[in-house]
């Protein structure tokens, strides 16, 4: 079973268009993230959610708007895409508690915006 | 300001030589540090981490770091590379703090490739 499910793996777009990529975990961790890597591999958080209640938001444009409806899943949707939105995203989760690790990514959904 | 710097933007190696990555990091405060791998189209997988104790962190695949506090430094080594350890290695700081967040930081990366 994939511990960090991300769909879909692949995303090609248009400008202007709205987007959701969705994330589900089934290792009963309580935080969820999102990660952005761009074309040069460089991994920036965007948003981090702990039992649904938004922790972490990073200076990511208004366009950005995650969405926890439950502890075990975590969506972005994105608005009004733009060509410097083209990148890889990751999903991930962890253990709050960090003395039992756990902070496991998922395989990514590329985007890219034409 | 919380940062994080890989020394070695490519590293090309043959089999069997030894490798050490440098990493250093800039965070106030305590920090749990780790080192991660992806290989070519593949998601971020844990080759080791540190959150306290021993500064010498053995992890998988024959992989191990050393903290060095005075330093600020995760320098990752092998003593053998193999041809299947071709790929990108990610040093990452988070802060140990609870609420914290549990934000990751990380470097540039290194892109390691090994030469059968």
């Known amino acids: 079973d994939t511990a960090v499910s991300q769909t879909p793996k692949y995303l090609v777009t248009q400008m202007g268009n709205d987007k959701s990529i969705k994330c589900e975990q089934n290792?009963?961790?309580?935080?969820m993230y999102w990660y952005k890597q761009d074309s040069k591999k460089f991994l920036k958080i965007m948003f981090s959610y702990n039992n649904k209640e938004l922790i972490i938001n990073e200076t990511v444009p208004n366009r950005f708007s995650p969405k926890s409806p439950d502890k075990a899943h975590l969506n972005l949707h994105i608005n009004s895409l733009e060509l410097g939105d083209s990148a890889v995203y990751f999903c991930?989760?962890?253990?709050?508690?960090?003395?039992?690790?756990?902070?496991?990514f998922g395989s990514g959904t590329r985007l890219t915006v034409v | 300001a919380q940062s994080v710097s890989q020394h070695n933007h490519h590293v090309i190696l043959s089999e069997a030589a030894s490798l050490e990555l440098g990493c250093n990091y800039s965070y106030g405060g305590t920090v749990n540090l780790f080192w991660y791998v992806q290989y070519p189209g593949q998601h971020l997988q844990l080759l080791l981490k540190y959150f306290s104790g021993d500064p010498l962190v053995k992890g998988i695949k024959g992989f191990e770091a050393e903290f060095i506090k005075s330093k600020f430094s995760f320098n990752l080594r092998k003593p053998s590379v193999q041809w299947s350890d071709t790929a990108e290695y990610f040093c990452?700081?988070?802060?140990?703090?609870?609420?914290?967040?549990?934000?990751?930081?990380f470097g540039q990366g290194t892109e390691l490739s090994v030469k059968p």
């Open positions: 990452a700081v988070m802060g140990a703090l609870y609420n914290q967040g549990g934000k990751l930081i």
């Open positions: 290792l009963g961790h309580d935080t």
């Open positions: 991930a989760s962890s253990q709050a508690d960090r003395t039992n690790y756990g902070y496991t």
